[in-house]
């Protein structure tokens, strides 16, 4: 029963990735399903009311986790969250560790990504006519890192455990890795793996949003042991983990609401194009 459209501009978007289908706790005062030049977002995107700030709440996989990470509709995803008014994005991930000390329910903030997909997902909005190229070299966003740092380092006590830099592999899936290739994302630096980062992250980037992408793990891979990476495994620990993403989740949108978000904000101007070039909507 709650209106379809929503005129006032949100500023501040979450994606839920698997385990996180939804944001419990607060209050939705739209559900909102736009359709885009891309066709419609994986999910109907709700719009939630926390202290008075507007917050997007958008499910990667759809709301039944209809969408296999090659098949989540990025494009649509991001020019729905744009078309919105939203600028900054936090979104979540399940992930596999490459690294000993990073054990399963740890969080990741990952600063750097390598792309392993395989070309095969619509990554860009720039073609047809549109030409771009944006700068990726950093392509997670300082500013909002910091903020979920700051945030875990208060869930401390409550043995929320958060590595505050990473190297995300992202792999086309959707089978998991062999050994041979977990040993060669360590031997890369890779820190932690999974399958949606990308285009995601690049696709954020064309449409000036900041983007940081929090990951909690929920394996080892395969090239910790001979229990391998399986879908059960996943699920068991993200369910395990999901009240401690709730609260970090909470705590960083607490702190985006309350804090002067306006540079946060800030579209970013890339050099050679206008984003009014691409047709948002
Ligand atoms: N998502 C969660 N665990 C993963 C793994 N081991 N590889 C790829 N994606 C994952």
Known sequence: DLPTTFDQPVHIAVIGGTGLAQLEGYEPIALVNPLTPWGYPASPIAILSH????????????????????????????????????????????????????????????????????GIRPFTFFEGGVVGHVGFADP??????????????????????????????CMEGPQFS????????RSWGGSVINMSALPEAKLAREA??????????????????????NVEMVIKYMQANSQNAKRLVGGVLDQLSKID??????????????????KFM
């Not at 978000?261 to 691409?278: I, P």
Request: with cysteine; proline share 3%.
């Open 51 to 118: 202290n008075g700030v507007n917050i997007a709440f958008l499910a990667r996989h759809g709301l039944h986790h209809q969408f296999a990470p090659h098949e989540v509709p990025n494009r649509a995803n991001i020019a729905a969250l744009r078309h919105l008014g939203v600028r900054c994005v936090i979104a979540f991930s399940a992930v596999g560790s490459l690294q000993e000390e990073i054990k399963p329910m740890d969080f990741v903030v990952p600063d750097q990504v390598i792309d392993r997909t395989k």
């Open 140 to 169: 997670f966003d300082k500013k909002l890192a910091d903020i979920v740092k700051t945030c875990a380092a208060h869930m401390k006590g409550d043995g929320v455990v958060l590595h505050d830099k990473g190297t995300i592999i």
């Open 178 to 185: 062999t050994r041979a290739e977990s040993h060669m994302y």
């Open 208 to 229: 000036e949003l900041s983007y940081q992408m929090i990951c909690m793990a929920t394996d080892y891979d395969c090239w910790h042991s001979y229990e391998d990476v």
């Open 261 to 278: 978000h306006s540079d946060l904000v800030q579209a970013k101007h890339w050099e050679g194009y206008s984003t009014g070039s691409v």
